[in-house]
C-alpha cells in the first residue's frame, strides 16, 4: 500500500512564493510518476503538473507553465512543486498523487494514491 502526503501549504501573497512538498511510502514508489492537481472551492479537481518516475520528462498545464516547477529527488523519497509569482487564482486545495508506472500523465484517472491535499491561499 502506497501512502501520499503532502505538506507546506499556506497563505502567501500576490507575487509570493511556496514550495509544496510530498512524501510517498511503498517498497517501488521511487519507480512511480507524480503528479499535482488543485480543486478550488466549486471546481473540479485540475491537472497542475506531472513528472515521470526518474525526473527526465515534466508537464505543466497552461495556467502554471513559467511560474511552478515540479521535481523528486527519490533519493529522499520525495516529491516538490515550487510556485514563483503566485497568483489569486492558484487559491485551491493541492493534491499530490501516485501512479504505478514510469510515465507521467496528466489525467487523474489515471493516479492510484492520492494524499490528503494541502490548502494554498494566495491573496491579492
Known amino acids: 500500500q502506497v501512502q501520499v502526503v503532502e505538506s507546506g501549504g499556506g497563505l502567501v501573497q500576490a507575487g509570493g512564493s511556496l514550495r509544496l512538498s510530498c512524501t510517498a511510502s511503498g517498497r517501488t514508489v521511487s519507480s512511480y510518476a507524480m503528479g499535482w492537481f488543485r480543486q478550488a472551492p466549486g471546481k473540479e479537481r485540475e491537472f497542475v503538473a506531472a513528472i515521470s518516475w526518474n525526473g527526465g520528462s515534466t508537464y505543466y498545464a497552461d495556467s502554471v507553465k513559467g511560474r511552478f516547477t515540479i521535481s523528486r529527488d527519490n533519493a529522499k523519497n520525495t516529491r516538490y512543486l515550487q510556485m514563483n509569482s503566485l497568483k489569486p487564482e492558484d487559491t485551491a486545495v493541492y493534491y499530490c498523487?501516485?501512479?504505478?508506472?514510469?510515465?507521467?500523465?496528466?489525467?487523474?484517472?489515471?493516479?492510484?494514491?492520492w494524499g490528503q491535499g494541502t490548502q494554498v491561499t494566495v491573496s491579492s
Open positions: 498523487a501516485a501512479r504505478p508506472y514510469g510515465s507521467l500523465s496528466f489525467s487523474p484517472l489515471s493516479y492510484d494514491y
